[in-house]
């Protein structure tokens, strides 16, 4: 039970700027403390704009899911069909995955979860997949509590700053 139900929504254009906001501010937490501040920058001011949402928001492979709180957007998931890069058959990623950190600790996350993952779940083949920077052990013990386990590393560049990260697979035994 969270301490605060959101409404799980699909996202729509109207959304983007929302979406790049909260991004934004959260991109940092999944990041080594070190991350230089210009390479943080140079990755959200590229690739979390509300031009890049609309984008993932247009595209037919993809699906945003929100969760409102008293109509504020609390958090974000964005399951994408998207192949592993390797050690894995899996073919839907979940590639991003916020909640804004009033929100944390408070179950919203696993509501979120809870849909992302029936979301990815209609549309795998094989099983889901993600990337996580491997000094994130919040979001990591989050994942393998969601089934997720670590199947093998794989590098993550921002800006110039290059991390490692873990490759995690959930298996979809149903679907496999
Ligand atoms: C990752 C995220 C969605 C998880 O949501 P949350 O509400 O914080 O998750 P929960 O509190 O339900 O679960 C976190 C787990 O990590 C544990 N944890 C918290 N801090 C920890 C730490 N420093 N070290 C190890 N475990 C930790 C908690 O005890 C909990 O474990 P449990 O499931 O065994 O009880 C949220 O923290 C978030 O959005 N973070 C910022 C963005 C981010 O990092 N996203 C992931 C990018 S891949």
New binding site residues.
Partial sequence: MADFEPNILRATPDDSEDLSRLSTA??H??CPAHTPAEDLLAFTSRELTAQKFREFIDDPGNAILLARVSNRLA?FALVAQAPAPQQSRADVE?R??????P????????V??KEALATAEAAAKAGIW????SG??????????WGFRIIGEKTFVVGKDHQQ?YLMENETPSRA
Avoid: C, E, W
């Fill in positions: 959260l991109f937490l999944g958090g979940l991003k995955f916020y909640v804004d950190t929100f944390h600790g408070t179950g919203l996350a696993n979120l979860m993600l990337s996580v920077f994130n052990p919040r979001a990591i013990a989050f994942y393998q509590r990260d």
